[in-house]
T-cell receptor, first 114, second 110 residues
Framework: EAGVAQSPRYKIIEKRQSVAFWCNPISGHATLYWYQQILGQGPKLLIQFQNNGVVDDSQLPKDRFSAERLKGVDSTLKIQPAKLEDSAVYLC????????????FGPGTRLTVL | GENVEQHPSTLSVQEGDSAVIKCTYSDSASNYFPWYKQELGKGPQLIIDIRSNVGEKKDQRIAVTLNKTAKHFSLHITETQPEDSAVYFCALGEGNKLVFGAGTILRVKS
């Protein structure tokens, strides 16, 4: 079974630029999560999708971050404009309907904002 | 929101020794307690989990214990090996949401 795929793996941008990350969850997993992991900290949930609907985006800085999951499969997370403090690893995870507690993570995208 | 405290932040052990990482929490509604291992450049990987109706669970060299009354749970790794070196995260689960601890850097010296 293929795992969660993410791209790109690394991205370096200057502040005020925009960036987008892509995630393909495990096949059949209805729930998809985006986390932000700042160096030296645990992952922090940004947004959670159930199929193509948003379940929780309470921690998403909506003035600059947006995410979508069209057709309930792939998802993109966008930052526009980026700030220095957005430098982090952005992790995507997915879980199935029947084992909803168990989240499987992708390798992450390491974003550096200069 | 829910908060989970994880200790220690770093742990160095000699190969073959045991390692113990502890997490404490305050929300009684949490019913799922997973542990994740994160190696450099990779995403977190689930290594063991326990649910609130169980006090202890073991899988080969790793075990997790849960004390719901005292609101803490611990990861135990026995006979540590160099490949156990990584960052370990505890998490609290409620429904399908997870809240993570700050992590423990485990170094196993050979």
């Amino acid at each position: 079974e293929a795992g969660v795929a993410q791209s790109p793996r690394y991205k370096i941008i200057e502040k005020r630029q925009s960036v987008a990350f892509w995630c393909n969850p495990i096949s059949g997993h209805a729930t998809l999560y985006w986390y932000q992991q700042i160096l030296g900290q645990g992952p922090k949930l940004l947004i959670q999708f159930q199929n193509n609907g948003v379940v929780d985006d309470s921690q998403l800085p909506k003035d600059r971050f947006s995410a979508e999951r069209l057709k309930g499969v792939d998802s993109t997370l966008k930052i526009q404009p980026a700030k220095l403090e957005d430098s982090a690893v952005y992790l995507c995870a997915s879980s199935s309907y029947h084992s909803y507690n168990e989240q499987f993570f992708g390798p992450g995208t390491r974003l550096t904002v200069l | 929101g829910e908060n989970v405290e994880q200790h220690p932040s770093t742990l160095s052990v000699q190969e073959g020794d045991s390692a113990v990482i502890k997490c404490t929490y305050s929300d009684s509604a949490s019913n799922y307690f997973p542990w994740y291992k994160q190696e450099l450049g990779k995403g977190p990987q689930l290594i063991i989990d326990i649910r609130s109706n169980v006090g202890e669970k073991k899988d080969q060299r790793i075990a997790v214990t849960l004390n719901k009354t005292a609101k803490h749970f611990s990861l135990h790794i026995t006979e540590t090996q160099p490949e156990d070196s990584a960052v370990y995260f505890c998490a609290l689960g409620e429904g399908n949401k997870l809240v993570f601890g700050a992590g423990t850097i485990l170094r196993v010296k050979s």
